[in-house]
């Protein structure tokens, strides 16, 4: 009879059990979209966390990834998915990787992730992502290799951001190209190469004249020929 009695509790609390987390299922996504329709990515995140924890799933944890990193939370986006190098990642989850590493100052390990990217869609803009942190890191090598895709299949009206200003902007992703392509062969030797990274910087601001980091550059560029220039004669 006790064992009776001991087996009838235990099924009434397996059943109360999935009643209750079928309930909180069904509660926490009427909050989802709840907070969907007011916009409170918090609330988003929150009830996608609840989710996650009563019905896990790779999805899931890639959305949730995913909303830490559009709300500037980098850690909690890795903390999330991981940041192991997986082929068999979703695009979300990589690009997740990619971008909240670079974020975080860490290319070597971000650069992981956006050849991963570029494996599997090659094009102009994560060519030059992986070009510029290349050079961060002194792969000049391969970055040169990015820098050259990068001319050869830009479009003239291939646009990317900058955020050296206090107000970001867009300039010509040509010109972006020519302007690293100038800092990477001044890198390459800074003794022989500087009005070779001059005439790349240039170029650069023909192509696009408001493009200010190029401006930048060049006129760092020509302030240490100038210094140059007054050193020999003295």
Avoid: W
């Avoid at 830490?68 to 989850?93: H, V």
């Amino acid at each position: 009879m006790k064992h009776i009695t001991m087996a009838m509790a235990l099924l009434l609390s397996v059943g109360v059990f999935a009643q209750t987390n079928a309930d909180l299922k069904k509660h926490y996504k009427t909050f989802l979209e709840t907070m969907k329709t007011r916009g409170d990515v918090q609330g988003v995140i929150n009830a996608h966390t609840h989710l996650d924890i009563l019905e896990p799933s790779v999805e899931r944890k890639d959305t949730l990834a995913y909303l830490y990193l559009s709300n500037g939370n980098y850690m909690q986006a890795l903390n999330t998915i991981g940041i192991e190098k997986n082929e068999g990642d979703s695009n979300m989850n990589t690009e997740v990787k990619a971008l909240a590493l670079k974020s975080l100052n860490r290319p070597k390990l971000a650069l992981e992730h956006y050849e991963v990217l570029f494996k599997r869609d090659p094009n102009p803009t994560l060519a030059y992502e992986i070009a510029d942190m290349k050079v961060q890191v002194d792969d000049l090598v391969g970055a040169k290799s990015n820098i050259e895709y990068g001319l050869t299949n830009v479009k003239d009206d291939m646009k990317h951001a900058f955020y050296e200003t206090q107000q970001p902007y867009e300039a010509s992703l040509k010109a972006a190209f020519l302007c690293l392509k100038g800092l990477l062969v001044f890198k390459e030797n800074q003794d022989t190469n500087l009005n070779v990274a001059l005439k790349l910087m240039n170029e650069a601001l023909e192509v696009d004249p408001n493009f200010n980091l190029a401006r930048i550059s060049r006129d760092a560029l020509e302030a240490q020929k100038a210094q140059k220039t007054t050193t020999t004669k003295n």
